[in-house]
């Protein structure tokens, strides 16, 4: 067979060469060590948990060696594009701090373009190269034939796929494609694959790969003539990849340990097309215990919301959260190096892959929450209430004045008992905090829990003489003895130990007493201080609403 004159005639179109494309894509001028690396989303419109982890991983690599990250859109499969994807890309990683130095939407990069959709030549020049080096072939085999194909290596227990003897269009010979091009017959380009087809997969040659995660892989090589291009013309994701990362020069390809059984075939295609492999890092997939079975699983798109990145836009995670806890899953010493430099800017921390798990990251929301509850201390009260204005506008406008127009007020709320040696963990996230501090606005105050059962009978006395006492302008330890004396007055102990010591003479302790005031002005049985609420809500509103609570 004529190869180079079956490549003309598969791609008469195709003038470039593979030589020009080098020129056009020359080596990035970078130091040494530096990474280059790539996200190459499909434009699906669903951005999930998952995205952001590898796109960390990738992020943290390039810019902590002063090398590039850019985003790639791998549009091939039409069928999934959806309007303003790629924005929602750009925004969602943006806002948990993740930023692209090249590529799709972005300004500048020479190494596009950037949508897989537009690239369709350069992926045929090399398609045409590996069919004029005798390496990839039409392939002219129909669905319903490769279906019966399937239905016999089924019924034989056979290797299913396209190999060997069943790679029959291999055999055709130039006259006979011609011919079926000529009578209309849609192809496929299949890889030609120099894998052995009559071993068992323990006894066919072995591949090594060094994963920059896992170490060194040891695979069966491939065997299988996979397609390339299919039959519009559109390029497989193996064939995509290969071509993309070696033009677009990208070092480190992060992606999922889902990939990993398709390496194989991405390292023949390598070889044949003559290109060096980049360094692979395939992650952990992201999984939680389940609620129901307590078993590990994948994290799934239908039964848990918080794979999608839109959940933690909505509850108000601060993204300052999300990277701390990313990296604890990440990295296996992070927690260890916070724990010694609590200060620190998260992107001191070096990154490494090496420390990265390859069993399945374990992701859960509970953890999630700790770490954010850590990480909002260390958070200034006029950062925390730019959060939640800028949150709230989102997806609670009608709460954005509180954050906006007595900035002092909110201020001192947001840093309620946060100051000390050990500050109160209280907020979490936006949609919590806004909760959790609800008691504030007159608006939102409502009666939540029920006064103690021992001190129902008593409220109008305690709130009484509470009213009568009360002096805006005590310290905390005057305030509190006026209410041990209240407690005292009423027949209850004023010191809880009082009460245990003997139970039978008191109707409760001073804890019961506080506890109706504590209703009584914030509805509910648990808050921070009551004389610093007091303090921040001012003398007038405390004492409405002890008469509200009394009327
Ligand atoms: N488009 C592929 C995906 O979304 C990208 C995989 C890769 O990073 O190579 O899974």
Redesign the pocket.
């Known amino acids: 067979m004529d190869y180079n004159k079956l490549a003309e005639l598969l791609f008469p179109h195709i003038k470039k060469t593979p030589e020009e494309y080098e020129k056009i894509y020359p080596q990035r001028n970078l130091p040494a060590d530096a990474k280059v690396t790539r996200?190459?989303?499909?434009p699906t419109g669903f951005i999930h948990l998952g995205n952001l982890y590898g796109a960390f991983v990738d992020e943290r690599l390039a810019h902590q060696s002063g090398g590039v990250f850019f985003l790639r859109i791998?549009d091939t499969d039409d069928k999934r594009y959806v309007e303003g994807a790629v924005d929602i890309i750009i925004d969602s990683l943006r806002f948990f701090g993740i930023n692209f130095d090249e590529g799709a939407e972005t300004a500048g990069g020479s190494y596009g373009p950037y949508y897989q959709s537009e690239r369709g030549e350069i992926y045929q020049c090399f398609a045409k190269k590996l069919v004029k080096q005798g390496q990839a072939y039409p392939c002219f085999l129909t669905s319903e034939e490769i279906e019966e194909i399937r239905a016999k290596q089924e019924a034989n227990k056979e290797n299913m796929g396209i190999y060997g003897k069943y790679a029959i269009c291999r055999d055709l010979t130039y006259e006979e494609i011609e011919a079926k091009i000529n009578a209309g017959e849609s192809y496929v380009i299949r890889l030609k694959s120099s894998g052995s087809t009559d071993l068992p997969p323990e006894e066919m040659r072995h591949i090594e790969v060094e994963d920059g995660i896992r170490g060194t892989l040891s695979m069966p090589e491939n065997n299988q003539d996979v397609v390339i291009l299919k039959a519009n013309g559109i390029p497989t994701?193996h064939f995509a990849?290969v071509i993309d990362d070696h033009f677009m020069r990208t070092t480190h390809?992060?992606?999922?340990a889902e990939?990993l059984p398709s390496l194989p075939i991405h390292v023949e295609l390598f070889e044949k097309v003559g290109f060096e492999m980049p360094v692979f890092c395939h992650t952990a997939q992201l999984m939680k215990i389940d609620e129901e079975t307590g078993q590990k699983r994948k994290l799934s798109k239908r039964k848990d919301p918080e794979l999608s990145l839109d959940y933690y836009r909505n509850e108000g995670y601060h993204p300052a959260a999300v990277r701390e806890y990313l990296l604890t899953i990440l990295n296996s010493n992070y927690e260890e190096w916070r724990a010694e430099n609590p200060l620190a800017a998260i992107d001191d921390f070096t990154f490494t892959t090496e420390k990265m798990s390859n069993s399945g990251a374990l992701f859960d929301l509970n953890k999630l929450n700790d770490i954010s509850k850590d990480t909002l201390v260390r958070i200034p009260a006029s950062e925390l209430r730019e959060f939640m204005a800028d949150w709230s506008r989102e997806f609670k406008p009608e709460i954005t004045h509180f954050f906006e127009d007595d900035c002092a007020y909110i201020e001192k709320i947001l840093d309620l008992g946060r100051a000390g040696d050990k500050p109160r963990k209280d907020l979490i996230y936006a949609k919590q905090i806004f909760e959790f501090i609800s008691y504030f606005f007159d608006d939102y105050f409502k009666i939540e829990d029920d006064v103690p059962a021992n001190a129902s009978s008593d409220v109008q006395d305690i709130l009484t003489e509470y009213l009568a006492s009360y002096n805006h302008e005590d310290d905390q330890s005057e305030w509190f003895s006026k209410i041990r004396a209240i407690a005292e007055k009423l027949g209850y102990a004023a010191k809880p130990k009082d009460y245990k010591k003997n139970p039978e003479i008191y109707k409760g302790h001073v804890g019961d007493v506080s506890t109706v005031i504590r209703i009584a002005l914030m509805g509910r049985a648990q808050s921070p201080d009551v004389w610093e609420i007091q303090q921040i809500l001012g003398e007038e509103r405390t004492r409405a609403r002890i008469k509200q609570f009394m009327s």
Do not use: D, I
Request: hydrophobic residues 35%.
């Open positions: 996200l190459g989303p499909s791998e994701y990849h390809v992060v992606r999922g990939w």
